[in-house]
């Protein structure tokens, strides 16, 4: 039975902690897919991996050729390009890409439980909570560390493909998201500033009254 006070605020802090447990869940299933074999864990988990460039590539499938011999798809696609260690040309990137992987997802997940914590002050009829100002701060640090560990996610990822050589002259290149991450982030921080002030002016009027 719904409350005759649901609103919108309720279902979004309900459907919040649904991400988040589920999120905690697939990370737990990646992590005993990964030590049972890496390569396998990354069907689970597409799209954590960051966007990158693939360039100069050579298609050789002569029904992808128009009749002036031009061929009827880009030679540059983008995609969440992943690697694993399943073999020796990249035993040594396996510990180090997870890591990486659990830190960016770690900081999403984050983002999320103190959104979550927001909401729950807003639902008990708090939304001047003074710990609400310190969790905008947190939620902008996260956003800007996830966009960080993206960033250094495609690096790693890209120079290690483009060592192995898979192709003549095909080149891996990340795509950076940062700027608009980056931005959300510093959004977020100018609020908790903001809504501290809000809360000590909230409080003065309490305290006059």
């Not at 011999?69 to 396996?94: E, H, K, Q, T, W």
């Not at 095909?170 to 940062?178: A, E, G, L, T, Y």
Request: with cysteine; charged share 15%; proline share 3%.
């Amino acid at each position: 039975m719904l409350k005759n006070d649901w609103t919108l605020t309720h279902f979004l802090f309900y459907i919040t902690w649904f991400g988040i447990l589920s999120s905690i869940l697939v990370v737990l299933t990646t992590l005993f897919i990964y030590y049972q074999s890496a390569e396998n864990a990354l069907l689970i988990f597409p799209h954590i991996d960051p966007l990158v460039e693939i360039q100069n590539l050579e298609i050789e499938d002569d029904e992808l050729l128009s009749n002036n011999g031009d061929y009827l798809m880009p030679l540059r696609i983008y995609s969440n390009v992943g690697i694993a260690s399943f073999g020796d040309d990249f035993s040594g990137y396996n510990l180090p890409l997870l890591a990486l992987r659990l830190a960016k997802f770690g900081c999403l997940l984050l983002l999320f439980l103190y959104f979550s914590r927001i909401l729950k002050s807003v639902i008990d009829k708090n939304p001047f909570n003074p710990r609400n100002h310190v969790r905008l701060y947190l939620m902008g640090i996260f956003l800007i560390g996830f966009s960080v560990f993206d960033s250094v996610l495609g690096i790693s990822i890209s120079s290690s493909l483009n060592n192995i050589g898979f192709q003549s002259e095909i080149m891996f290149k990340p795509v950076f998201n940062v700027d608009q991450f980056v931005y959300l982030g510093l959004i977020l921080v100018v609020l908790g500033f903001v809504f501290k002030e809000a809360t000590l002016i909230h409080e003065e009027q309490k305290l006059t009254v």
